[in-house]
């Protein structure tokens, strides 16, 4: 079983375009993240790679239609 550290609005992460990645600042001092594909295939656990602490993104299937707009 896993555990989630917080539940984080998609709107409090920052999107990076050319990486396609949705970062927020991890307490640890890295940031968890999590791709855009990922969000669109139903994912939505962000993960920090330094500590492994986990993130639930709250987020609706549209949200993510202005993020894919950025990329074209």
Known sequence: METIYDE????DF???PI???FQYP???GDRFAIAL???KDGEDIAVC???????RVIF???DLEEFE???K
């Open 69 to 71: 707009e950025e990329l």
């Open 8 to 11: 984080i609005e998609i709107e």
């Open 26 to 28: 991890c307490p640890c």
């Open 49 to 55: 790679p330094s500590c492994s602490l986990m993130v």
């Open 60 to 62: 609706e299937p549209e």
């Open 37 to 39: 594909d990922d969000l």
């Open 14 to 16: 920052t999107f990076d």
């Open 19 to 21: 990486t396609q990645l």
